[in-house]
């Protein structure tokens, strides 16, 4: 008899090297995981939870394209066979659904010998770099303290010149949040056509979080009023992301939609088009994007590998049995239950439903907890762009691309009976 499939899909997301790194980034709030696991722990996934997760993965999947993401820590520190060895169990267990391939990656392993196998096996690649020389190196050093913008400005040159299809992932911080246009031009200068902007925000450690020797406050640090004053040094302010993707946004909008994806304003669009979010710090309930670390261990989320949140384990339960638990179910639901009545009576919510859990530890004016520490900032970004996306959503509805919205902005206003008929 067929094993019984899963009619959605989920995502999960690998992590063959477990937290370990080759580069120290300071904000960084994974390669701290180390100190989860016993000293004697090899990071390396093994051949057997490798090709159980796999087979597992695939299997219980009842979809046409299986998406598997490769992250870290570093991934590349597994070696290019590694990833040999991937590609093989992928096509011994693939039941005839195609395979898709992601690489989150430093880029400082990246080479002429990685870039061929990546192409020719149609890896995506998701490059970390965070804005021109002077941005970038304040944080993303390497073990010694030097720092990293030329390697990851060579591997860059590497997948263009191999035509590899990439995105550059970066991470937005106090400091880098106060220069969005040379973040920006400085991207669009190098030719980077896939942009994904993500806040840096990081509290300091919580009693638990120092207990276990962690840098970072655990997900269950108390909800505390004043909590804004707790977080770290490099994360954003409260304000700054909004502001900085205003800019950004007023910048492409005008000229360059269509050419240049900012995903963060892509994610906007899907809600203003009414359609589900593809992005799980968006999307109304959470819990479909694990991650399974190097062990086997399968977490509810890459934001919360920690103990309490901690399914089991490929080798000794099933897949499926962990996705769909009670418990995996619970943690998904929790991000709608636990919403504030200030964020229920928000107009912006159906873009938002409260952002990520992990950064929900403010109160309200009401002193309700649960609110994002980013909750201004994306009030302003979406009440900003409201007036483009309606123009957007106007132009996809009649069967013309987005970037006509460029044409509209430049088109004079014609006002009858005083009402504008453009933005």
């Given at each position: 008899?067929?094993?019984?499939?899963?009619?959605?899909?989920?995502?999960?997301?690998?992590?063959?090297?477990?937290?370990?790194?080759?580069?120290?980034?300071?904000?960084?709030?994974?390669?701290?995981?180390?100190?989860?696991?016993?000293?004697?722990?090899?990071?390396?996934?093994?051949?057997?939870?490798?090709?159980?997760?796999?087979?597992?993965?695939?299997?219980?999947?009842?979809?046409?394209?299986?998406?598997?993401?490769?992250q870290?820590?570093?991934?590349?520190?597994?070696?290019?066979?590694y990833?040999?060895?991937?590609?093989?169990?992928?096509?011994?267990?693939?039941?005839?659904?195609?395979?898709?391939?992601?690489?989150?990656?430093?880029?400082?392993?990246?080479?002429?010998?990685w870039c061929?196998?990546?192409?020719?096996?149609?890896?995506?690649?998701?490059?970390?770099?965070?804005?021109?020389?002077?941005?970038?190196?304040?944080?993303?050093?390497?073990?010694?303290?030097?720092?990293?913008?030329?390697?990851?400005?060579?591997?860059?040159?590497?997948?263009?010149?191999?035509?590899?299809?990439?995105?550059?992932?970066?991470?937005?911080?106090?400091?880098?949040?106060?220069?969005?246009?040379?973040?920006?031009?400085?991207?669009?200068?190098?030719?980077?056509?896939?942009?994904q902007?993500?806040?840096?925000?990081?509290?300091?450690?919580?009693?638990?979080?120092?207990?276990?020797?962690?840098?970072?406050?655990?997900?269950?640090?108390?909800?505390e009023?004043?909590?804004?004053?707790?977080?770290?040094?490099?994360?954003?302010e409260?304000?700054?992301?909004?502001?900085?993707?205003?800019?950004i946004?007023?910048?492409?909008?005008?000229?360059?939609?269509?050419?240049?994806?900012?995903?963060?304003?892509?994610?906007?669009?899907?809600?203003?088009?009414?359609?589900?979010?593809?992005?799980?710090?968006?999307?109304?309930?959470?819990?479909n994007?694990?991650?399974?670390?190097?062990?086997?261990?399968?977490?509810?989320?890459?934001?919360?590998?920690?103990?309490?949140?901690?399914?089991?384990?490929?080798?000794?339960?099933?897949?499926?049995?962990?996705?769909?638990s009670?418990?995996?179910?619970?943690?998904?639901?929790?991000?709608?239950?636990?919403?504030?009545?200030?964020?229920?009576?928000?107009?912006?919510?159906f873009?938002?439903?409260?952002?990520?859990?992990?950064?929900?530890?403010?109160?309200?004016h009401?002193?309700?907890?649960?609110?994002?520490?980013?909750?201004?900032?994306?009030?302003?970004?979406?009440?900003?762009?409201?007036?483009?996306?309606?123009?957007?959503?106007?132009?996809?509805?009649?069967?013309?691309?987005?970037?006509?919205?460029?044409?509209?902005?430049?088109?004079?206003?014609?006002?009858?009976?005083?009402?504008?008929?453009?933005?």
């Amino acid at each position: 008899m067929q094993k019984e499939q899963i009619g959605t899909g989920f995502h999960i997301l690998s992590k063959p090297a477990g937290p370990i790194c080759n580069i120290d980034c300071n904000y960084c709030f994974y390669t701290e995981k180390e100190a989860l696991f016993p000293k004697k722990n090899q990071f390396r996934m093994s051949e057997e939870v490798l090709e159980t997760f796999i087979k597992n993965y695939i299997s219980t999947q009842n979809i046409p394209e299986i998406q598997f993401v490769w992250q870290g820590g570093e991934p590349t520190l597994v070696g290019l066979d590694y990833y040999r060895k991937i590609v093989s169990l992928q096509a011994k267990y693939a039941e005839g659904k195609k395979i898709i391939n992601s690489l989150q990656t430093n880029g400082i392993r990246l080479n002429e010998e990685w870039c061929t196998f990546l192409k020719e096996n149609e890896f995506l690649v998701g490059l970390s770099l965070d804005g021109p020389e002077n941005l970038h190196n304040f944080y993303r050093v390497d073990k010694k303290g030097n720092p990293t913008f030329s390697k990851v400005l060579e591997a860059l040159k590497l997948l263009k010149k191999y035509k590899i299809p990439f995105n550059v992932l970066v991470s937005v911080t106090r400091e880098s949040s106060k220069e969005p246009l040379e973040v920006y031009h400085f991207l669009k200068e190098q030719g980077v056509e896939f942009i994904q902007f993500n806040p840096i925000v990081e509290r300091i450690p919580d009693a638990m979080a120092a207990k276990m020797g962690l840098r970072h406050a655990t997900p269950n640090a108390n909800n505390e009023e004043g909590q804004k004053d707790l977080v770290t040094d490099f994360s954003v302010e409260q304000g700054a992301f909004g502001t900085f993707l205003t800019e950004i946004f007023d910048e492409r909008v005008h000229n360059d939609v269509g050419s240049i994806h900012v995903m963060n304003f892509e994610w906007a669009l899907e809600s203003w088009l009414g359609l589900p979010s593809t992005v799980c710090i968006f999307s109304e309930e959470c819990g479909n994007a694990l991650a399974i670390e190097h062990n086997g261990d399968m977490y509810s989320c890459d934001h919360y590998v920690y103990p309490d949140f901690r399914l089991g384990n490929v080798l000794e339960q099933d897949l499926k049995a962990m996705v769909e638990s009670n418990t995996q179910r619970s943690f998904g639901e929790n991000k709608k239950s636990s919403l504030p009545k200030q964020c229920m009576e928000c107009e912006v919510r159906f873009a938002c439903h409260g952002e990520c859990p992990r950064h929900r530890f403010m109160r309200t004016h009401d002193n309700e907890p649960g609110l994002s520490y980013l909750c201004s900032d994306y009030k302003h970004y979406f009440h900003h762009i409201h007036r483009y996306m309606k123009v957007m959503v106007q132009l996809i509805e009649n069967g013309l691309p987005a970037s006509k919205v460029m044409d509209v902005i430049k088109a004079p206003i014609v006002v009858t009976n005083h009402q504008s008929t453009t933005v």
